[in-house]
């Protein structure tokens, strides 16, 4: 699988930047996870709207969700020019019944997964974990039957990451903080937290994403740097993995 970071940031873009938003590839199926403010932009760099197969979202918060009603609005203008009524498929969970009710337009259609159960998109399987946040919210652990990515989505530190990353080949962690900060109150973990949960499950490369916009961001490098030993990388635009 090929996984491309297209929005990286916490909260709310920097300029020229966008939230979260997370491109997965393999076989020729593309699945969007998350879709913040800006990357409906952004994402057209590497790939087109009318290429997307799938989109799953970890929960509602807008740094996630912003760019939906855009999205629907280009697969309408996509249907008016070429006249393909191809629906696309958004999943999503269902504790927000506004936010999952929002999520079908009139070319996307609104999926729930449910949280206990492996939801299969595409080539890939994926499990969740529900994470420690003020609102209802869903890691992934996303395999392609090869490789394994795990997304933290939004989550204040527990030790259930570490079994929930076991031996993943990438995990793409929430790091909205600083070591010695605590996030906890507002559902984001620090970058001495991310450091420690990925040395202890052995995944074999690190990406440190939902950024803060204040501070020396090469910092949270070397904080998490200080646990973790493997692959260590810090979310840009256009960062990509294969596994």
Request: one cysteine or more; proline letters at 3%.
């Amino acid at each position: 699988m090929k996984v491309t970071v297209v929005g990286y940031w916490g909260g709310y873009p920097t300029k020229d930047g966008a939230t979260s938003a997370y491109l997965l590839e393999h076989d020729n199926f593309t699945l969007l996870i998350d879709a913040g403010s800006g990357s409906l932009s952004k994402l057209q760099k590497y790939k087109a709207v009318s290429d997307l197969d799938a989109v799953i979202l970890s929960h509602y918060h807008h740094d996630h969700t912003a760019d939906i009603g855009v999205l629907q609005y280009a697969r309408l203008i996509h249907y008016y020019v070429t006249e393909s009524d191809t629906v696309l498929p958004i999943y999503g969970h269902t504790e927000d019944k506004e936010g999952f009710g929002s999520l079908t337009h009139n070319f996307t259609k609104g999926i729930a997964y449910q949280p206990g159960e492996a939801l299969k998109v595409g080539p890939f399987t994926i499990t969740f974990m529900k994470t420690k946040h003020p609102v209802p919210c869903y890691g992934m652990r996303i395999s392609d039957g090869k490789g394994v990515l795990v997304y933290t989505a939004d989550s204040s530190y527990t030790e259930d990451w570490i079994d929930f990353a076991k031996d993943s080949g990438l995990l793409i962690a929430d790091c909205n903080y600083y070591a010695g900060q605590d996030g906890s109150k507002a559902g984001h973990m620090n970058s001495q937290e991310v450091g420690q949960i990925a040395e202890r499950a052995k995944v074999e490369s690190l990406i440190l994403s939902h950024l803060p916009q204040f501070g020396d961001r090469s910092q949270l490098l070397k904080e998490a740097g200080e646990s973790y030993k493997g692959k260590l990388m810090l979310a840009e635009e256009g960062l990509t993995w294969e596994g």
